[in-house]
Every structure is written in C-alpha cells, then in structure tokens.
C-alpha cells in the first residue's frame, strides 16, 4: 500500500525548500516580508546545532532519531562527515551529485515500480534496514511498496549504488518527456523537487509553471554534476548538461 508523506513529514526531512534552477540554493518558500516568513528564515540561517548564522546554499545533517533534516554550519557539516562522529544520532548530508551514464534501468524494469508518475527517488532507511521508494505529487512525498528483490537487482546491474550513503543520499530517476536520467544525489534534492512540485502545482496536470519549474531544477542538477559511470567508473569530468 502506498503510503502519503504530509507536508509536516516534509519538514521534518526538509528545513528549507531549495531554489528549482540551483539544488543548493534559497527556495519557493512562499512566505513575504515580515511576519512568520521572516521568523522562519532567520531561524533557517543558523547553524540548528551551534546556532552560528549560515548562508544560502548551507548543508544538512539528518537526525536519525527523529528523521528530520537540520541545517549545518561549514565546521559542524565537517565534524559529521566523519564515519562515527554522529553516533546514532547525527549523519552529514553530502554534498557530491552524480550524473549517472549508462544506468541500467528499462522501460520494463520501471513498470515494474508501479508507481503513477514519472519521476522517484530511492534510499536506504537504515531504522527500517531497506530501501524507500519515494515519488513527488501535488500533496508531497509519497512512499510506494518496493521488493527487496526488485531493488536487489537494480543495484545488482548497477554497481554505483553500493556507494549510496545510507539515510542522507538517494538515486533520483527523471523519465518525464523524453528523458531518462538518473542521479546519486543529496537527499535534500529530493526534497526540493517535492517541495517545488506541491508549492506551483495546479489543477489536474500542474500548469506550465510547475513543468518549467521542474526542466529548470533538473538543468540546474545536470549543471552541478559529475558524470560517472553506472558500473562504477569515474570518468573524473564535470557534466556541461549535454547528453553522454
């Protein structure tokens, strides 16, 4: 059975909504001068665990106990990306985003996912010891049933996911239009794209804000990639935005 994220289960995984055209920067929050919207940004610009003030385009730490994403200063991102030095509590999100060439994921196989969209991302949950398949909708987030058998053989063509890091990147998959893309992303880039979908949705297909919104997200990602092979090879480039 499906399940639907609501938007506060959003904001536990996503503190700030990103910018669509740049995954790291300031996002359709939708609030204006003054009032909440102000107290809310000024409080997004400090650091949640030393309270030093931080600038756009800051990373995240994911708190395990509590699935929430919170915003990280440069010296404390640092301190979490050390294997061990969160505990159990605490888990840098990195800042590394793959373009992935050659992945091997077929008009078959992604049938097979069941899901109602053309786009999804997936991630290991390492409380629940699997992997979550994910996809945006107008109302957020919403988790779909995923085999442990159908993503053992994705990752099984696909050596490049053995890397993913549990709870704090995720493949992303873009296959609307024409497109067949794949990604190893922050996870918030995920929820970004979930943010911008729900925040310019309209009417029963979305309107031709949102889609724009979404080709200059994604553009925005394939200009901040490197290029990497499925199988696992490096091929030490930065990806320009034109196909491999």
Do not use: Q
Not at 37 to 44: L, M, S, T, W
């Amino acid at each position: 059975m499906e399940r639907r994220i609501t938007m506060g289960a959003l904001r536990r995984y996503l503190t700030r909504p990103h910018d669509a055209a740049t995954p790291h920067g300031p996002g359709p929050d939708g609030h204006g001068p003054g009032g909440a919207g102000v107290a809310d940004r000024d409080a997004a610009e400090r650091c949640d665990l030393c309270a030093t003030p931080v600038a756009d385009g800051h990373r995240h730490v994911v708190d395990l106990s509590s699935r929430e994403l919170r915003c990280a200063c440069r010296p404390c991102a640092t301190l979490f990306d050390r294997p061990g030095a969160g505990g159990r509590r605490y888990r840098a999100v990195p800042d590394r985003r793959w373009y992935l060439r050659g992945f091997a994921l077929d008009d078959a196989a992604w049938d097979a996912l069941r899901i109602p969209v053309r786009m999804a991302f997936v991630f290991h949950d390492s409380a629940a010891r699997r992997a979550a398949l994910l996809y945006p909708s107008p109302g957020g987030a919403v988790e779909s049933p995923l085999a442990r058998a159908t993503w053992a053989r994705i990752e099984a063509a696909n050596p490049v996911l053995g890397g993913l890091a549990p709870d704090v990147e995720a493949l992303l998959v873009d296959r609307t239009g024409e497109a067949r893309d794949h990604w190893l992303v922050p996870i918030d880039d995920c929820y970004a794209l979930v943010g911008l979908i729900r925040t310019h949705w309209k009417g029963l297909a979305g309107g031709p804000d949102v889609w724009r919104e979404i080709a200059g997200f994604f553009a925005g990602l394939r200009r901040a990639s490197t290029t990497v092979d499925a199988a696992g090879a490096h091929d030490g480039n930065r990806s320009k935005g034109a196909r491999p």
